[in-house]
T-cell receptor, first 115, second 117 residues
Framework: AQKVTQAQTEISVVEKEDVTLDCVYETRDTTYYLFWYKQPPSGELVFLIRRNSFDEQNEISGRYSWNFQKSTSSFNFTITASQVVDSAVYFCALRESGGSYIPTFGRGTSLIVHP | DTGVSQDPRHKITKRGQNVTFRCDPISEHNRLYWYRQTLGQGPEFLTYFQNEAQLEKSRLLSDRFSAERPKGSFSTLEIQRTEQGDSAMYLC???????????????FGSGTRLTVV
């Protein structure tokens, strides 16, 4: 069974600080997909990134970066020089290969960026 | 491509009433998912469709819940005899089986927030 753990319930930072959101997952599949979504107060889940299990290359997109480590089953998300607009709930999700293509989500980390 | 649309955005109902939500997926997406999200939790899977076929249902989907996707286009989620515990955000997502599609490819709507009083 697939499981995603986001141990940080809430993180509060001051603007321009760097912040890392942790995600640890469990799966028996050797092929799987990991996702990060952002949920602003409006409620819509906004896709940020998808990572395949066979691609451990870290990725950077502007102020966002992701560190995927299969050895520790982690897929952490770092925001550099945080901004107030980054305030949202961030969800990590896992989808195992084949079958029903149903992603399982973590409980989310609420990020509050203070000006 | 106007994204995934959900209607209504908010619904307040009295306990015991029936409610129905609608989801319009991205037109070329053949898979449609319903999730429920309660305060402080991540989205929890309810059910999904491939075209018009409902292929899987979660144990969270009690007998009072029913979902349909006639003709494989829009979907409706109905809750009968609502209970206060049904209060939540109901999210719809759609995806395509085609690999290489954007984000492979789960696009979510803004959700319907249900409050049962």
């Amino acid at each position: 069974a697939q499981k995603v753990t986001q141990a940080q319930t809430e993180i509060s930072v001051v603007e321009k600080e760097d912040v890392t959101l942790d995600c640890v997952y469990e799966t028996r599949d050797t092929t799987y997909y990991l996702f990060w979504y952002k949920q602003p107060p409006s409620g819509e889940l906004v896709f940020l990134i998808r990572r395949n299990s066979f691609d451990e290359q870290n990725e950077i997109s502007g102020r966002y970066s992701w560190n995927f480590q299969k050895s520790t089953s982690s897929f952490n998300f770092t925001i550099t020089a945080s901004q107030v607009v980054d305030s949202a709930v961030y969800f990590c999700a896992l989808r195992e290969s084949g079958g029903s293509y149903i992603p399982t989500f973590g409980r989310g980390t609420s990020l509050i960026v203070h000006p | 491509d106007t994204g995934v649309s959900q209607d209504p955005r908010h619904k307040i109902t009295k306990r015991g009433q029936n409610v129905t939500f609608r989801c319009d997926p991205i037109s070329e997406h053949n898979r449609l998912y319903w999730y429920r999200q309660t305060l402080g939790q991540g989205p929890e899977f309810l059910t999904y469709f491939q075209n018009e076929a409902q292929l899987e249902k979660s144990r969270l989907l009690s007998d009072r819940f029913s979902a349909e996707r006639p003709k494989g286009s829009f979907s409706t989620l109905e809750i009968q005899r609502t209970e206060q515990g049904d209060s939540a955000m109901y999210l719809c997502a759609s995806s395509s089986l085609l690999q290489g599609g954007s984000n492979y490819g789960y696009t979510f709507g803004s959700g319907t927030r249900l409050t049962v009083v």
